[in-house]
């Protein structure tokens, strides 16, 4: 049986890759950048589903995931798509600058 | 006991018709309007007609019950929605319903030309129902029901032409002097509940009647309270002065409420709990008391009033003081004779200064009036019956039952009785020479009046008592005889002013059932001399024609002498002229200290200070507390965002960390 990696190194990757996502959410002012942020605590989410499904041997971790990928698609194209029309009204991405709901 | 559920249509029509007025009223043609109000209180008077004919009927029943089930019942203590019609409520319902309709039928007249057409006989026909009510009511609650509703409805009339401050404040003051007694009556109800358990009046005097030996004590204080939710209501002293400024309201009104009918449920009250008012000697010299100086006081003011429906007002004042006059001498039966005879002269001379009014387009003022005679006929002499009744000539209605009242007093028991029928002697001469001097001046002597008013002060003068509209502009002006509708009820009014009085001996044996031998005085009076009675009415004839003579020197034989003659007594004549400064006494004494108390600590200290203040200091409070916490508001999302994954780690920290803290 090949050596394998243990668990807790995926899940202190997810962790990393999870503050990395919640830091540059907080920081950025770019609201693209805070868009892959989010992608990033996402998919860093969907690490750590995949490694305990591995190690406990269960499938629905795995579907979890699917379903999690899924959702970030849609929320992708519509957040794209909102994103987009902000840029036209606006001609900014700064989310302190479009603080107002008004447009 | 018959159930006689039919007696609640006397109520209820009328109130019908104020719904319906009420509501629909300013959508509805006048003609519809009249319709209305004249039907639903025509279907009452001929409902009180026949009950008229079952009670004076051989055999007839003592009194007609109407049992419609409980209103208020808490263990023990219960209060009926019950009528019941005795002799007693037969002569109220119907002088009420009687003159009340023939009211009706005159305003249809009279308020032809008002704005306001159908809010007048809606609130007309509101106070009907609640008189009615009043009367009709077999327990007190029930009557205090009725007793407050005429309150309103008084307020409401008399402040019928609301635009104008005068009638707006006249019927404020009404209703607040009226609320004074009405604290009385409450008070009187509550010695009543706690001694007897209940408000009915069957089950309260058949209990006074077990007890021969009950006398004075809580009786007293009982009766006194009542006493003074009469003397509010009945316009007595020291609770008078509403009812002369209730002339703000329209004629019919002071006709209707401020004369015929209102102002005598204290009188009706009294006499219906004579029962409790015979136990208190105490009680019934206040009442006499009351009554003797109320007549005399308000007819020396009314001696001197300008304005025609003034001088009725202290009138109405006066003769309600006989009344109670009467009550407090126990003669019960004279008492309610009087309020009968009174309730017909009185309406028929406020109806006939209505007319006189009418035709001169709103000139209240008798110094500019004068020889009318001629113009307006069947007004002259429908008013003249009046005046020749409440003056107290012989054989009109009024000198049967005043005379009927001061030889009661006379020989009644009262230690002050002597007094009290002098009083009541020199009142009546009062009383003709008051009437008498609005009869001349008046009807006879030159011509004061402007000929064609609406050429010089027409509108001016018409601004006092009518709110005209464009329309009216055709309506003619200048002096004229009023329309028949308004001629028709002054005629049966004038008659009933003349005959009223004639069946004075049937009257008081068909009274015998309520007042039945508790009446002493009644008794006592048959026993006694008729030569005494003869000679009394003499005496007092003859003072009558004092006043009479007097009036015609002054006011016709050389109109002048009385100006020249006040002068001379300008102390006494301006002490009458300020009405004895009663209402400035009352400003200085209660009213001011009222308002300074109000307006100092009530309003200043409490209100502002107190409520406003605690207000306002929850309000800085919020508002201190919120300049720290609305930091965390600031709009930013990334904040938020900060915020949340704070809280989030916070959860984590104590997930990961605090597992020992809490048992498992």
Known sequence: MPAQVPTAYYLVLAAILFSIGVGSFLIKRNIITIFMSIELMLNAVNLTFVAFAHQWHQISGQIFVFFVMVVAAAEAAVGLAIIISIFRTRQTLNVDQIDLMKL | MTNACYLWLIPLLPFAGFLINGILGRKLPRAAVTAIALIFTAIPAAIVAWLWS????????????????????????????????????????????????????????????????????????????????????????????????????????????????????????????????????????????????????????????????????????????LVLGATGKSAQIPLYIWLPDAMEGPTPVSALIHA?????????????????????????????????????????????????????????????????????????????????????????????????????????????????????????????????????????????????????????????????????????????????????????????????????????????????????????????????????????????????????????NFLDPVFGTANAATQAATAASHGLELTLAAVSLVVVAIGFFFAWFFYYKKPGTATAFALKVKPLYSLLDHKYWVDEIYGAFIVTPLLMFTRLILAGLIDTGLVNGSGALAGATTRGLSTVTRRIQSGNIRSYAGWLALGAAAVLVVMIFGRGLWPH
Not at chain 2, 72 to 100: E, K, P, R
Not at chain 2, 109 to 122: K, T
Not at chain 2, 314 to 340: D, E, K
Not at chain 2, 404 to 425: C, D, H, M, R
């Open chain 2, 54 to 225: 079952v009670m004076t009927a051989a055999n007839a029943p003592e009194a007609i019950h109407s049992v419609c089930g409980p209103w208020i019942a808490i263990s023990g203590f219960q209060v009926n929605f019950d009528f019941t019609v005795d002799h007693l409520t037969l002569i109220m319902l119907g002088v009420v319903t009687g003159v009340g309709f023939l009211i009706h039928l005159y305003s249809a007249g009279y308020m032809a030309h008002e704005d306001g057409y159908w809010r007048f006989f809606a609130y007309l026909n509101l106070f009907m129902f609640f008189m009615s009510v009043l009367v009709l009511a077999s327990s007190f609650l029930l009557l205090f029901v009725g007793w407050e509703g005429v309150g309103l409805a008084s307020y409401l009339l008399i402040g019928f032409y609301f635009k104008k401050d005068s009638a707006a404040d006249a019927g404020k003051k009404a209703f607040i002097v009226n609320r004074i007694g009405d604290f009385g009556f409450l008070l009187a109800m509550f010695l009543l509940v706690a001694h007897f358990g209940n408000l009915n009046f069957t089950d309260i005097f058949a209990t006074i009647s077990q007890h021969p030996e009950w006398h004075g004590g809580f009786l007293t204080a009982i009766a006194l309270l």
């Open chain 2, 260 to 508: 015929a009918t209102m102002v005598t449920a204290g009188i009706y009250m009294v006499a219906r709990c004579h029962t409790l008012f015979d136990r208190s000697t105490t009680a019934l010299i206040v009442v006499a008391i009351i009554g003797a100086a109320t007549a005399i006081v308000a007819a020396s003011i009314g001696m001197v009033q300008h304005d025609i429906k003034r001088v009725l007002a202290y009138s109405t004042v006066s003769q309600l003081g006989y009344m109670f006059l009467a009550c407090g001498v126990g003669a019960y039966a004279a008492g309610i004779f009087h309020l009968l005879t009174h309730a017909f002269f009185k309406a028929l001379l406020f109806l006939a200064a209505g007319s006189v009014i009418h035709a001169l387009s709103g000139e209240q003022d008798m110094r500019n009036m004068g020889g009318l005679r001629k113009r307006i006929p069947i007004t002259f002499w429908t008013m003249t019956s009046g005046v020749f009744a409440i003056a107290g000539i012989w054989p009109f209605a009024g000198f049967f039952s005043k005379d009927e009242i001061l030889y009661q007093t006379f020989i009644s028991g009262n230690p002050i009785a002597k007094l009290l029928w002098a009083v009541g002697l020199i009142t009546a001469g009062m009383t003709s020479f008051y009437m008498f001097r609005l009869w001349f001046k008046t009807f006879f002597g030159e011509q004061r009046f402007d000929e064609h008013p609406e050429l010089a002060h027409g509108h001016a003068a018409h601004a006092g008592e009518d709110e005209h509209d464009e329309a009216q502009a055709a309506h003619p002006h200048g002096v004229h005889e009023s329309p028949w509708i308004m001629l028709l009820p002054l005629v049966i009014l004038g008659i009933l002013a003349l005959v009223g009085g004639w069946e004075h001996t049937a009257f008081g």
